[in-house]
């Protein structure tokens, strides 16, 4: 998969009994991995939320549409956000990407360890306009994915099959996930045949790293009349640009601005996504003060 970039199914079950996303990000936590410089469990952390916001984010209508994802469980990696549009353009954050710790006992990643099991997973709708949607569940693992199941279950009243997963070497070797809702309309028959077969989904970043996308719709859901209806493409990509940084120090106001401007004559703002350095000098901070002075004038 190429680097920063993944790709999305969408498809439905059995008529539309349920509908199902499926997607590779592998690309994605790659160059998320590179920017922060992450630790092998800090990149699956990561490689975990691409997969899931950007599942998460295709569903909304409208440009300006975005969801943002937060698990802040207290553990030392601190919060994990990630910010999906419905272009399939995402960006993630961890706040100690650094942070390492030993395997489990089975050998895997742990993931729930770094990001902490105390506290919550939000999810916040923005539109655009008027006042986000905030959702709020308590963290069952802090493993992500049974995280956004119950988000799933709790907040949205819909049960959900959540299977996330990323592989990793000394590169990212697979990493994606696995959505599936079941609607009003789903049969016990499907019902019965998406619980047998949901033990295959446990080991999604396994079948990443062996088949395509679509061969994993073939071999995984042969028998459930699979349709798929899309492809889309994914990309790892910031929205940062000076404008809204400046927007960022504006909001700091003026009497904070002066004391940077007094003390260090100057000041340098780096992007949490991205890493992206922005430079600004005494005499550009004393012109953002008087812009924004003036502009509340008016």
């Known amino acids: 998969m190429e680097l920063g970039r993944g790709r999305l199914l969408r498809l439905t079950l059995m008529g539309g009994q349920a509908r199902v996303f499926l997607c590779d990000t592998t690309g994605m936590a790659q160059e998320a991995r590179d920017i922060h410089n992450a630790s092998n469990t800090c990149s699956a952390a990561m490689g975990r939320m691409i997969a899931a916001t950007a599942m998460m984010g295709v569903n909304l209508k409208s440009d300006g549409d975005r969801i943002t994802a937060t698990i802040n469980g207290g553990g030392p990696a601190g919060p994990l956000c990630a910010v999906a549009g419905p272009d399939g353009a995402v960006k993630v954050t961890i706040e100690h990407p650094e942070v390492e710790l030993k395997l489990k006992a089975n050998g895997k990643l742990d993931v729930g360890g770094v990001l902490g099991r ?3 997973l939000t999810i916040m709708r923005s539109y655009g306009f008027g006042e986000p949607y905030l959702g709020k569940v308590q963290l069952v693992s802090g493993e992500i994915a049974e995280d956004f199941a119950m988000y799933y279950l709790e907040s949205e009243q819909t049960p959900t099959l959540c ?3 990323t592989l990793v070497g000394e590169n990212i070797i697979s990493s994606g996930g696995i ?3 079941a609607m009003p309309e ?3 028959q499907l019902l019965d045949q998406l619980e047998i077969r949901a033990e295959l989904f446990g080991s999604i970043s396994q079948l990443l790293s062996e088949m395509s996308l679509e061969e994993i719709v073939e071999n995984c859901f042969r028998g459930l ?3 798929i209806l899309e492809s889309m493409p994914l990309k790892l990509e910031c929205d940062c640009s000076r404008p809204k940084i400046e927007q960022v120090i504006l909001s700091m106001g003026a009497d904070e601005i002066r004391d940077l401007i007094r003390e260090q004559n100057g000041c340098e703002v780096t992007c949490h996504f991205c890493r992206k350095h922005y430079m600004f000098t005494g005499s550009e901070l004393e ?5 924004g002075l003036s502009g509340s004038d008016e």
């Open 118 to 120: 105390d506290g919550q």
């Open 287 to 291: 012109a953002l003060v008087e812009e």
């Open 163 to 165: 299977a996330l997963g």
């Open 225 to 227: 009349e699979p349709e």
């Open 186 to 188: 789903c049969s016990e």
């Open 179 to 181: 959505l599936i809702q």
